[in-house]
């Protein structure tokens, strides 16, 4: 059992995108490493330090803005699935998790969209930016379907990562394959903002 919050680590200057999940006792249970300028996105998880696939990510086309990311399991069943919601979605980051039955259950919404700008612009100042860019700090909030909060995801950043802190509401609705839905949303949700600017 991985305990909350999660801690998804994204080392900065590496050739490969690689991602590094810590539990809330700091332990390594997931790794990613994703290639770089993939037109149709394929992101495959593994248990940490071996070649063992424990989940995958799999767009539905080539990257689009309403392209559907579909999670799999090691024995090839679906999860459930995230999207992001179309035209919503140019000024404040919306995303839907959908179950394996394609039902929405999970609402995720960027807190304050003009932090994630300020950010972007930041960002790109040389050493003063990067310096500026580690106070600002992007979040979003992850909402069920009765309107209650279910979690947060914060970015965090240092020098040398950028880190993206899962926290899940302890009192929220049990849902099958919860966690590894959760988990998997915000590996695409960073990988797609940080692609987004």
């Not at 200057?13 to 690689?18: A, D, G, I, Q, V």
């Not at 179309?86 to 959908?98: C, L, Q």
């Amino acid at each position: 059992m991985n305990n909350y919050p999660i801690r998804l680590e994204f080392k900065i200057f590496s050739l490969h995108n690689k991602i590094n999940f810590f539990n809330s006792n700091g332990v390594v249970f997931l790794q990613s490493k994703q290639a770089l300028f993939k037109l149709k996105e394929n992101i495959k998880i593994f248990e940490p330090d071996t070649d063992n696939i424990k989940f995958e990510i799999q767009a539905d086309r080539v990257i689009d803005f309403s392209a559907a990311y579909n999670f799999i399991d090691a024995s090839g069943q679906v999860l459930g699935k995230i999207k992001r919601k179309g035209f919503a979605s140019i000024w404040r980051a919306t995303y839907v998790v959908f179950d394996k039955s394609d039902s929405p259950i999970l609402e995720i919404k960027e807190k304050k969209p003009w932090v994630k700008v300020l950010d972007g612009i930041l960002g790109e100042i040389p050493l003063i930016g990067m310096l500026l860019a580690m106070l600002i700090n992007p979040g979003y909030l992850i909402m069920d379907n009765n309107g209650k909060e279910f979690g947060k995801i914060l970015k965090k950043r240092s020098l040398f990562s950028k880190t993206f802190l899962l926290e899940k509401n302890p009192e929220s609705l049990e849902i099958l394959h919860i966690d590894e839905m959760l988990w998997l949303s915000t590996l695409m949700i960073s990988t797609l903002e940080r692609a987004r600017g």
